[in-house]
Nanobody, 116 residues
Framework: QVQLVESGGGLVQPGGSLRISCAAS????????MSWYRQALGKEREEVAR????????QYDDSVSGRFTVSRDNAKNTVFLQMNSLKPEDTARYYC?????????WGQGTQVTVSS
């Protein structure tokens, strides 16, 4: 079955960096675009980054553009989100996701807290 497992979250100071990962299994990873979403307390889940199946095309929400970089390693079935110049408003639970045959699959998420 499809499994997405995020890791790498934690507490970081404003202006700092963090890289989170999502390990995928149960499907042909290299065939599917992958997305990163986040959900802050009391807010709706929002998509922040997306990467094409080959990794050649990336898209970002305006709130993270220029600070976050999404990438993937298809040999390791893993997608990454490098987060730089972190701000307190980036505090959220971060989820990776993919859509396979009209079904959306989510990981359990990893918490990122930006605070001094």
């Amino acid at each position: 079955q499809v499994q997405l497992v995020e890791s790498g979250g934690g507490l970081v100071q404003p202006g700092g960096s963090l890289r989170i990962s999502c390990a995928a299994s149960g499907f042909t990873f290299s065939n599917y675009p992958m997305s990163w979403y986040r959900q802050a307390l009391g807010k709706e889940r929002e998509e922040v980054a997306r990467v094409s199946s080959t990794g050649a095309i990336t898209q970002y929400d305006d709130s993270v553009s220029g600070r976050f970089t999404v990438s993937r390693d298809n040999a390791k079935n893993t997608v990454f989100l490098q987060m730089n110049s972190l701000k307190p408003e980036d505090t959220a639970r971060y989820y990776c996701a993919t859509t396979i045959t009209d079904s959306k699959y989510w990981g359990q998420g990893t918490q990122v807290t930006v605070s001094s």
